[in-house]
């Protein structure tokens, strides 16, 4: 595996791997690597000829009250993981590589992000938008994976491939659990160990919906109320949203039909959780 | 010389030609070419092994004020003058190839436009930014050609494809002028016989200031008031502005050194003309 930190090398080194006709496998990631990010990169080892991972704790992605600085990070650990995931070429630069000065143009994203969890993160999905466009520029890619636990981010880069043409196919990954439901996710260490059990009502609540559905229920308000009530009753954290949306456009949904996201985030004493279910109803 | 129109054809056959090691140079047009088109296709046909040319009037570009509707168009000319230039790939997609719903992304440039041209028309290089991202996503080119005489829209350019790492050589290229020194352009034929042989002026009151700032000068304003008195002295058209910037960057100057750019807008009846002198002084 070769570390690569700078733009101009990176893109070099892509050009002549394109040029003699390798397909190439991109997944991004702010590192602090999990069995999450590890499924993204087995699934993109088997399908592509290249696998090349960014590693980068993008500034432009968090908020004022965001802390970045408190990020975690531990590129020794990630780059002894990737290793092991036979990543080829592992992309790390700084800050001042990728915003050298202040930059004449960002991407904003105009739609998709008043919902969902970007209600409370005005700017965040400007500011992944901007970092991908410029990775995208970088790694020139032909296919990139995104973990579908992030729905709403998988929407926005999505609209963002679509919308700008990127030649690149958007490849997402279906959320990977624990033996009982929990979605995986790095936060999930901050639960207390009755939060851990209780947690796994998110998943349960996901599934009443599901099989509510498969029964013939079509009104998403009857749909949100089961499960507000599951985890109300489960869970002594506090729901943030239950919704019911059209995916990936995200607009609000009248009767359940086509393809649709029901989308749970739930915060507990220290870790806000979030989980979904995407189905297609025809 | 092949005409496609939709934007999955046009992006196969560049992944095809690139494959076999193909060079692509690449001029983004609205259509009804003259000799400004003209010059930049045939410096983009000696450099490199493809070339290619788009049509499209972009929409995102015309203000609410700007008459879009009126813009002057005669694809069957345009054709015919492609093909003298022996380009190899016409791109004429439609507006709705192009924006076929509303987008979920733009781009914003958010430095080196509320300046010159751009102060009277806000959204304009968003406008122009966008299209440009698509088109570059679609086309793959080596190079970009833009004439000079547009020296903002370059300056916008070089901050898209700088800031956004596109993998893309922007060639700048001199503005061709009559043989009295007027820039050309299509506007020039909206001049009456008298405003014809004023406007070349706008060329004398560069070489003026040009010969002043040789001869030593560094201070802006003097250069500034100098071009004004000439124009005002030689023109019944009304100045718009007389501005010294840095360049690209279009920073204000205080002593005239390192690249700056001189850049000239004049109100004539029917046409606004626009000429530039752009200066390295160490």
Same mark, same amino acid.
Do not use: W
């Given at each position: 595996?070769?570390?690569?930190?700078?733009?101009?090398?990176?893109?070099?080194?892509i050009?002549?791997?394109?040029?003699?006709?390798?397909?190439?496998?991109?997944?991004?990631?702010?590192?602090?690597?999990?069995?999450?990010?590890?499924?993204?990169?087995?699934?993109?080892?088997?399908?592509?000829?290249?696998?090349?991972?960014?590693?980068?704790?993008?500034?432009?992605?968090?908020?004022?009250?965001?802390?970045?600085?408190?990020?975690?990070?531990?590129?020794?650990?990630d780059?002894v993981?990737?290793?092991?995931?036979?990543?080829?070429?592992?992309?790390?630069?700084?800050?001042?590589?990728?915003?050298?000065?202040?930059?004449?143009?960002?991407?904003?994203?105009?739609?998709?992000?008043?919902?969902?969890?970007?209600?409370?993160?005005?700017?965040?999905?400007?500011?992944?938008?901007?970092?991908?466009?410029?990775?995208?520029?970088?790694v020139?890619?032909? &296919?990139? *994976?995104?973990? /579908? @636990?992030?729905?709403?981010?998988?929407?926005?880069?999505?609209? !963002?491939?679509?919308?700008?043409? $990127?030649?690149?196919?958007?490849?997402?990954?279906p959320?990977?659990?624990?033996?009982?439901?929990?979605?995986?996710?790095?936060?999930?260490?901050?639960?207390s160990?009755?939060?851990?059990?209780?947690?796994?009502?998110?998943?349960?609540?996901?599934?009443?919906?599901?099989?509510?559905?498969?029964?013939?229920?079509?009104?998403?308000?009857?749909?949100?109320?089961?499960?507000k009530?599951?985890?109300?009753?489960h869970?002594?954290?506090?729901?943030?949203?239950?919704?019911? &949306?059209? *995916?990936?456009? /995200? @607009?609000?949904?009248?009767?359940?039909?086509?393809?649709?996201? !029901?989308?749970?985030?739930?915060? $507990?004493?220290?870790?806000?959780?979030?989980?979904?279910?995407?189905?297609?109803?025809?």
């Open positions: 595996m070769n570390v690569i930190e700078t733009i101009k090398e990176m893109q070099q080194t050009i002549t791997l394109r040029a003699s006709g390798n397909r190439i496998g991109f997944v991004p990631t702010m590192g602090y690597l999990h069995e999450g990010h590890l499924t993204l990169m087995r699934q993109a080892r088997k399908e592509n000829d290249i696998l090349i991972v960014s590693i980068f704790v993008n500034p432009l992605q968090f908020g004022a009250g965001e802390d970045l600085g408190a990020y975690p990070r531990d590129f020794e650990q780059c993981k990737a290793q092991k995931e036979e990543v080829d070429l592992l992309f790390y630069p700084s800050v001042k590589e990728m915003y050298p000065s202040a930059s004449s143009v960002k991407v904003m994203v105009t739609d998709r992000t008043d919902v969902l969890c970007g209600r409370a993160r005005p700017g965040h999905f400007d500011g992944v938008a901007t970092v991908l466009t410029k990775l995208f520029n970088i020139m890619p032909d &296919r990139v *994976y995104f973990g /579908l @636990k992030d729905a709403q981010q998988v929407a926005v880069v999505d609209g !963002l491939i679509h919308d700008f043409n $990127f030649p690149i196919e958007l490849v997402p990954v959320t990977v659990r624990e033996k009982d439901g929990l979605a995986k996710s790095s936060r999930n260490v901050y639960l160990p009755l939060e851990r059990d209780q947690a796994k009502e998110l998943y349960q609540g996901l599934q009443l919906a599901n099989n509510m559905i498969e029964e013939g229920e079509r009104n998403p308000e009857s749909i949100v109320q089961l499960v009530g599951h985890i109300e009753k869970c002594d954290g506090v729901i943030d949203y239950v919704e019911i &949306r059209t *995916y990936p456009e /995200l @607009k609000p949904v009248e009767t359940i039909v086509g393809k649709v996201i !029901l989308a749970i985030a739930v915060k $507990f004493s220290s870790a806000r959780l979030i989980d979904n279910l995407i189905l297609e109803i025809v």
